[in-house]
């Protein structure tokens, strides 16, 4: 089981500065799953519990000289600590910028290595940062569990192709900031969130308590997938009733998700996506957010990264 290679500039920007600081508030933990062609961070695949969260990179979208070999198809997976994972590459970026220089400059070589700690009998495994300047090297190792067995591989590659599913409707919300702020003043009023999402372009989302109800309403959002004209007898109706008819019809969908859960999908904005579309999965299974990349200077979709997440539904909803 083997695996090298050289984290790329654009790679080490596009980790440092935007993925790592995001996935690192979804969670402690995540698999780091290795293929020929792609890199992908995972949270919560395998325990089912709390927001999914995947982050894919092709191959060449972070890396230069890449190598993996394995027996099971070249595919490579472990846990690894994403603050560790983060802090690493955060040092070896510093240290390249201050000691690089010469023909090697800023090569921040990664790596799968076994060493034996102090204080240990056996070797443990590390994912280890090499930073390779003019005239020394800077290594960090970075702890990983012990690599994902050939089972374990094919749970969480099962698990990977089952949480690729979009739902039929998606509606791009342009202003994640807005929603983020009401979704913070949310969270003082309850724990669960209603959020439903139409043919129409309408996402609404609202809490209850038995003292009060706090909502917000998005209209006329673009829509990917299904949709279907607005009703014009709902237009002088409250966001309610629009939203209770629509589902009535079978024109929306509603779950109902964690505030939390809620809350915490919207830290993918440190990743920096260009859009954001929302969905309800078939028979409300689950909220899908899905952030879209644009290739640098374009509004084309740029293919070699994509992220989203799944939010747990708290009750079967409305389909």
């Known amino acids: 089981m083997k695996f090298k290679a050289f984290l ?5 920007n596009l980790l440092e500065r935007r993925f790592l600081p995001a996935l ?13 062609d792609h890199a992908i961070f995972l949270h919560n695949l395998l ?10 990179f092709r191959k060449e979208a972070l890396f230069d000289d890449y190598r993996i070999s394995s027996q099971n198809e070249d595919r490579i997976a472990f846990a690894i600590d994403v603050s560790l994972l983060l802090r690493a590459v955060r040092s070896s970026v510093s240290i390249c910028t201050e000691f690089g220089n010469g023909p090697s400059a800023n090569r921040l070589q990664i790596k799968l290595v076994k060493k034996l700690p102090l204080n240990c009998t056996q070797p443990m495994p590390f994912l280890t940062f090499e930073t390779k300047g003019y005239k020394s090297a800077v290594i960090q190792d970075v702890p990983i569990s012990k690599p994902l067995s050939r089972a374990q ?37 309850g724990d669960m969130l ?35 004209e607005a009703p014009s007898d709902d237009r002088n109706q409250s966001a ?55 290739i640098p200077g374009t509004h084309q979709t740029d293919k070699s990264i994509s992220l989203h997440c799944r939010l747990p539904v708290l009750d079967p909803g409305s389909s």
């Open 24 to 36: 690192d508030k979804m969670g402690k933990i995540c698999h780091l799953f290795l293929t020929r």
């Open 47 to 56: 325990n089912g519990d709390g927001v999914q969260c995947i982050a894919q």
């Open 240 to 294: 309610q009733t629009r939203s209770e008819r629509a589902i009535s019809r079978g024109d929306a969908q509603r779950v109902q998700v964690s505030v939390k859960h809620f809350s915490r999908s919207l830290h993918c904005h440190l990743a920096k996506p260009d859009c954001t579309f929302y969905g309800i999965a078939p028979q409300g299974s689950c909220l899908t957010v899905i952030f879209q990349f644009f």
């Open 8 to 12: 790329t500039e654009h790679g080490v």
């Open 153 to 189: 591989v094919l749970e969480l590659q099962t698990a990977l192709e089952l949480a690729q599913d979009i739902p039929q409707t998606l509606v791009q919300v342009p202003e994640l900031n807005q929603l983020q702020n009401f979704v913070e003043r949310m969270k003082q009023v």
């Open 194 to 228: 209603n959020v439903s999402i139409s043919k129409y372009g309408d996402l609404h989302v609202q809490i209850s308590t038995t003292l009060i109800t706090l909502g917000a309403e998005f209209r006329k959002l673009l829509v990917i997938g299904e949709q279907a």
